[in-house]
């Protein structure tokens, strides 16, 4: 379901869908969370809290992994007088 989702995505638009696609998910976490956690054993809402929270730094991980790989390639190519174009970020992907 998920690849079939990406296709659809239109480049242009992939900012805007990723940005607010976190954003309505992190909503949506919190106010589930907020709204149930009263019914939860305490031992259960911290396990459900701790997990997201693992999962949150995992993304933030893989964020900044690909911010610093991004920088590189921005770096290379200023030092090399090649402009960015669409094969800098293809040879990103491609690592």
């Not at 638009?13 to 149930?36: C, T």
């Amino acid at each position: 379901m998920r690849r079939i989702f990406m296709e659809l995505v239109d480049t242009k638009d992939m900012g805007s869908s990723f940005i607010d696609g976190a954003r309505a998910s992190f909503q949506i976490a919190q106010e589930l969370m907020e709204s149930k956690i009263k019914d939860l054993p305490p031992s259960e809402a911290r396990f459900i809290i701790r997990e997201y929270a693992l999962n949150l730094e995992r993304q933030m991980e893989w964020s900044n992994s690909l911010l610093r790989r991004l920088e590189k390639v921005s770096e290379g190519s200023k030092s090399s007088s090649v402009s960015q174009d669409s094969g800098s970020v293809s040879a990103l992907m491609a690592e």
